[in-house]
């Protein structure tokens, strides 16, 4: 995972890129915010840190002109001031994630990691579980040689268990992201189509992939 951090306090730069070196990352370093700025437009990296305030042009500039040139890596904001006000503009800007100084550098660490995860998740075109596969392009399905007729909602929802892959789902969690409801509408909606995704991923085929965590939601897993 290749990392990019632009901070100009030379100690605290050093020991950030001791910290992810140690995580096995490689790292590229500016202390300068048109510096930085040229570095990630210009290179592919997983993941930007970048500090607010920087000589040149600061965090929340850089930023903005990231996106304004389309270019989607995650981005880690860090601030010595920590105002809520910032964290907003930081967010609004287009900042993925947002830590206020000092800060513990596990955590950093952390969050850096997750940031590279989605970065490759959403680069990922054929999703795969076991020999179920999904391609995101197509939004052709199959398990093993058997094609998997799907509706638009059903794949929807069937893109969001794969991404997820080993991770409990939420009935909640499933309704925001399939639905875009951010209320429980008190109805069985996802159960049912739950049960409809199982039909075509599961019925026909061993090993079960679709799991019902009782009580909490349903996680898909490797066999
Ligand atoms: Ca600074």
New binding site residues.
């Given amino acids: 995972m290749r990392v990019l951090l632009v901070?100009?306090?030379r100690k605290?730069a050093s020991f950030i890129k001791k910290a992810l070196q140690a995580e096995n990352f490689a790292i590229d370093c500016s202390s300068d915010g048109l510096e930085g700025l040229q570095l990630a437009t210009n290179k592919a990296f997983d993941a930007i840190i970048l500090?607010?305030?920087?000589p040149g042009l600061d965090g929340l500039g850089i930023l903005r002109q990231l996106r304004e040139r389309k270019i989607t890596t995650p981005v880690l904001l860090l601030s010595?001031r920590g105002h809520v006000n910032e964290r907003i503009e930081g967010l609004n800007a287009g900042a993925d994630d947002y830590l206020p100084k000092p800060f513990v550098l596990a955590e950093l660490v952390a969050r850096v990691r997750a940031l590279g995860r989605r970065s490759n998740e959403s680069k990922a075109i054929l999703l795969r579980v076991g020999n179920l596969t999904l391609d995101t392009v197509t939004h052709q399905s199959k398990r093993g040689d058997t094609s998997l007729e799907l509706t638009a909602r059903e794949y929807r929802l069937l893109e969001f268990l794969m991404r997820s892959t080993g991770r409990i789902c939420g009935r909640m969690a499933i309704l925001e992201k399939v639905w875009d409801y951010h209320f429980d509408p008190g109805t069985n909606l996802v159960d049912v189509y739950i049960m409809r995704i199982r039909e075509k991923i599961d019925s026909n085929h061993e090993p079960k992939l679709l799991h019902t965590i009782r009580g909490i939601g349903y996680v898909l897993k490797e066999p």
């Fill in positions: 901070e100009d306090e605290t500090d607010i305030m920087l010595a």
